[in-house]
């Protein structure tokens, strides 16, 4: 009898039960937005349709979870410096399937998708990705999950 547990098995288990929905909307490296000014290497900061980042993007629907990422030392070093009650560290750490790929700069939107599966902002945050975690490597080399810093 093999009683062996499948990491990556038992993780999506979990979300599959705790996790929670959102918008990944990665950018599409290979095709320019309308607004990118090619003489200037830059988009336009207000264009709804990329967001400002120059690409077109891609909206994909994924379960996560989340939790702060504040360190204690990040903590230390923002009390330091700021008055009483104005200390806030917004970043966050995302769990996703492997089978997630986002990168630099994607985003993540915190979504409540309707009966027809048309995502809302609930205004909880739109969160940048600014790094993944790439040693999350356990079973015989298998990558099990991932994790995004955003902030």
């Not at 120059?54 to 939790?67: D, K, Q």
């Not at 702060?68 to 008055?83: H, R």
Request: hydrophobic content about 35%.
């Amino acid at each position: 009898m093999n009683t062996s547990i499948n990491l990556k098995r038992e993780f999506e288990k979990i979300l599959d039960k705790y996790g929670r929905e959102v918008l990944v909307i990665r950018q599409d490296k290979k095709l320019f937005c309308s607004c990118y000014n090619e003489v200037n290497q830059e988009a336009s900061r207000d264009c709804p349709l990329c967001l400002g980042l120059g690409f077109s993007l891609v909206a994909e629907r994924h379960r996560t979870r989340s939790e702060s990422s504040a360190s204690a030392e990040q903590m230390l070093k923002q009390l330091k410096f700021a008055d009483i009650g104005d200390v806030s560290v917004n970043k966050r750490k995302y769990f996703f399937k492997a089978n997630m790929n986002a990168i630099q700069k994607d985003l993540i939107a915190e979504v409540k998708f309707d009966a027809f599966g048309r995502p809302a902002y609930t205004g909880d945050g739109i969160w940048e990705i600014e790094n993944m975690d790439r040693n999350l490597h356990l079973e015989e080399g298998n990558q099990i999950f991932k994790v995004y810093q955003t902030s």
